[in-house]
């Protein structure tokens, strides 16, 4: 089918958004139906992203099967389309992420049709991001990311409410801190100011670049002036880095994924947060090398604050879906430290980590929804001795937790060692020792609530009885991201052969900037 | 025959207009058998709202024509002028005033008679202010501006007191009156001095005197020249409801029926708008009153800057919807006013500002109508209790809420995202990268309201007992959604020709 394959990328965005569109014509009352169409567009999504990956000519690299079409000729916006090797592993990501993220929705019954409308529109913006070569475009997809969040969170989200405590109990129950209205608002509004910083950027690009073109190809060959670049990368920085959550911009993302529902968290968590990542840089750190390399040793610095704090409020924390949500500042942190360090293995650690922590995490968010729909609660110290009723469950939870302290085999490891390698080449010494650190930190909760939760006698050993293990589709969501984890950490070259590629074609530019850079200090 | 041509959308609103009133006068009331009335029109607001609507389609479609022939190709049209200018400019405005009057007809079709206040008067009204309001755009001349000025605002002081029965109707239209009439004679007072000081009523002539300002030989005195642009700017300011000139706007609003309401937000601000463009860039376009150092620039910054940041902090403290969407009014002037400064280096501004309308009139429509879909008889929505759970009873007035909310909140892929686009573009364009970020923040500020009234329509459920808004079910309210739904997604996903379009008005502004 030749018109398939010139037109692979455009089905694979387009996928999930017609089966949203197919879905509107359905019954609601219908559940089977809308399940089964939801299914379709993400495995067709996933199909072609696993085709992409399989059709990628590694001896060639650089952008390949690039699709084009105009959308707004006076300003230079195109739908242009495009994979490098970044773009398909991140697009098997997503792709294995819904997939997995439905069936893990399969049992939803409070208006399931809504639902699946609004998580297809968001997986169909992400899918965009990851494939997008135009500026303009990049940020539409980005947008269409983001705001089906908040009604998924606000309508579908968790009842649970952190109870009130401490000198500042009546702060959070005038706004109701940690109901789902109040994390949909906050995760809304935040990623908003972060949206108007980028957009700032855009269009100062824009018009620095001759105010002809938006395609990012275009406008990284426009060499744009120092000055411009040291004002407009932190912007971008804490513009994408509110998504990626660069601390102190994390504070929406352990609310927002207390508060979503099991699918909305693994897609939030698992890749929503890369998006952020990806567009630190895509955007950032390609287009502006002498900003990146300029304010690198701060991104960095700020990324051991977020790989440190996010562990040491993971290790605090009580509330189970709060444990994992921090988790995830923590190993986001990684990410932008592996992109700080402008070194190639940093960078492929950087990526990796993005795909490694994405499988991870929706594996853990796919567990906690298993635990709280049966054991009603999130709150760990109510629970225990879990594993004898729910054995799977338990092992992959641990699985989960061995894969994210960065054990030797899982794919956790291969990401975390790679970033701490490239922390070391550039020198940064102090990064790689507290990544290491945050490591041992995420041990410690990551067992500790593992075993409070599944092993030992829990205050409730004796009402667990009606726990059950996974059922049917639950099944789906934990074998394929269980057996991602393991296939990926045991022969990384899988994934890493992709990123690698794009790696080396990317990195001189902003290294060859960092380079210019030190010359001119010396 | 070119002229009349030239003329025809002004002329077909007029007509109709006329027409409509004969038609009112003549006809028979639609009245329930035994009930006694002297208005000659009551019960007839369907086929009123419909002839409304069909005029004012025709209006737009007349400039639409007018455009494409190219007002430049008709050189008869210089008759007119400097009192009717009519080029790109002026032809995009008035097609924005008519898609917004057209709009606010159907709505009225639709709440006139569901709200018990049948009365035909409306409709001729509503095309007789749209005259004003399409000639107010073409004003070259400062006689023009205050004739269309008058003739727009009298018919709306009359449209906000159209529910006589009520005390809030009369202190609306009361307030405006006089607040209208007060800011109508400092800036009559202010073009008064402009005549005194240059000679010239014609904008044109005007320009030229203040550029003389200097040269050898003239007489063009500087200071009465700040002085009457210090009183112009305040009584445009108060038309578009700037702040500290905002404050009829909630009230005006809040009492006013919300088609009146509607047409205020979006034809009246949309001229105002218009003529505040012509005047500063014809009459004051000199070089040393358009900078950023001194003139109009600065102080119509400070205006946007107050407008917005006030607004969308005050209307995030609303308990009525009505009354959040006038502060979004307010605030969408402030981001509106943005472009204007802009407009100062950047021509592209101009046509930034007239797209940004045409979305705004959309959006701002689309959302009124909405809200009016969403209560009925005795039961009108008007706090956001009353929306609670409507996602659930009228699911689509609810996603057409939801829709004009995103637009109004400059969210993709609707037409207030290009709006706000392509206005902070040109803003950063002209280097004025902080009214840029301000206005960025601001929309986020802004997005907090809108986002909170869609907790409401899909997250709440009515308290048990509490008395709630029944949804309403109007063809022509429908209509209007529908094709401001479509207005809004077009703009919003192909804008690429109305951009070609309004970037056309931009060059003949001047």
Known sequence: ?522 | MNLLFGLSPFLAVGVGALLLMLAEAFGKPNVAPGVETTDAGAGRAGELALGAAVILVIGAVLSVAVWVAGPESLPELTQVAPHLVIDKFTLFFSFTLCVGGALAALLAGGYLPEHGIDRSEFFPLLLLSTVGAMALSAAGDLLTLFVALETMSLGVYSLIGLRRGSPRAAEAALKYFLLGSFAAAIMLFGLALLYGATGHTDLAGIGAAVRSIGSPGSTVSAGKILISLVLVLVGLAFKVSAVPFHQWTPDAYEGAPTPAATYMAVAVKSAAFAVLLRVLLVGFGDERLASWGAGWPPALAVLAVLSMTVANLVAGRQESVKRMLAYSSIAHAGYALVGVVAAMRSPEAVSAVAFYLLAYTVSTAGAFGALILCGSRGAEAVSYEDLAGVGKRHPAAALAFSLFLFSLAGLPPTAGFFGKLYVFRTAIDSGLYTLAILGLVNSVIGAYYYLRVMVYLYMREPAPGAPRAVTMRSGFVATALVAAAIFVLLLGMAPGFTLDMASGAALTAR
């Open chain 1, 1 to 522: 089918m030749p018109f398939l394959e010139s037109h692979l990328l455009g089905v694979i965005v387009a996928a999930p958004f017609l089966a949203a569109l197919a879905l509107l014509f359905v019954s609601p009352t219908r559940p089977g139906a809308i399940r089964a169409i939801s299914l379709v567009g993400a495995l067709v999504s996933l199909a072609g992203s696993v085709h992409v990956a399989l059709g990628y000519d590694l001896a060639r690299g650089g952008l390949q099967r690039a699709e084009r079409y105009p959308l707004v000729p006076s300003l230079g916006i195109d739908l242009s389309l495009a994979v490098d090797g970044w773009s398909v592993s991140l697009l098997l990501l997503t792709g294995v992420i819904i997939v997995t993220g439905v069936l893990a929705s399969w049992t939803l019954t409070d208006r399931p049709r809504d639902f699946f409308v609004l998580l297809l529109v968001l997986v169909a913006g992400v899918f965009g991001v990851f494939v997008c070569q135009d500026l303009f475009v990049f940020f539409l997809f980005y947008e269409i990311a983001v705001l089906p969040m908040y009604l998924l969170i606000g309508i579908w989200g968790s009842r649970g409410k952190v109870p009130a405590a401490g000198p500042f109990a009546f702060v959070w129950r005038r706004f109701d801190v940690g109901g789902r209205e109040y994390a949909a608002m906050k995760l809304t509004l935040m990623l908003l100011v972060g949206s108007a910083a980028i957009l700032v950027v855009i269009l100062a690009l824009y018009s620095a670049a001759g105010g002809s073109t938006f395609d990012l190809q275009a406008l990284a060959r426009a060499r744009f002036p120092r000055e411009l670049q040291l004002w407009a990368f932190p912007l971008l920085w804490l513009g994408f880095g509110s998504l990626a959550g660069v601390f102190p911009f994390h504070t929406w993302s352990p609310d927002g994924h207390a508060a979503a529902p099991t699918a909305v968290s693994m897609l939030h968590a698992g890749v929503l947060m890369k998006l952020g990542a990806f567009g630190v840089i895509r955007v950032g750190m390609l287009l502006l090398p002498e900003g990146a390399s300029y304010w690198a040793p701060t991104v960095g610095g700020v990324a051991v604050i977020n790989v440190l704090y996010g562990a040491i409020c993971a290790l605090t924390q009580r509330d189970l879906k709060y444990v994992i949500a921090y988790s995830s500042v923590s190993h986001m942190g990684v990410v932008m430290l592996g992109a700080a360090t402008l070194t190639v293995d940093g960078w492929n650690g950087a990526i990796y980590q993005m795909f490694a922590h994405g499988m991870m995490t929706g594996l853990f968010f796919a567990l906690v929804g298993l635990v709280y729909d049966r054991a009603h609660t999130r709150w760990v110290p109510s629970m225990g001795g879990f594993a004898r009723q729910m054995p799977w469950v338990a092992s992959f939870f641990v699985l989960a937790g061995l894969s994210s302290l960065g054990l030797p085999g899982l794919a956790g490891f291969v990401a975390e060692f790679l970033v701490f390698l490239g922390a070391w080449q550039s020198q940064h010494y102090v990064w790689a020792l507290a990544g290491v650190l945050g490591a041992w930190v995420t041990a410690v909760y990551v067992l500790r609530v593992g075993r409070d939760i599944f092993f030992g006698e829990g205050p409730r050993s004796d009402e667990i009885h009606h726990l059950t293990d996974a059922r049917r589709s639950e099944w789906g969501a934990l074998w394929v991201l269980g057996a991602c984890l393991v296939v990926f950490g045991s022969y990384p070259r899988l994934i890493l052969d992709f990123i690698h590629v794009a790696t080396l074609e990317y990195l001189p530019r902003a290294a060859g900037a960092a380079s210019a850079l030190l010359e001119a200090s010396r």
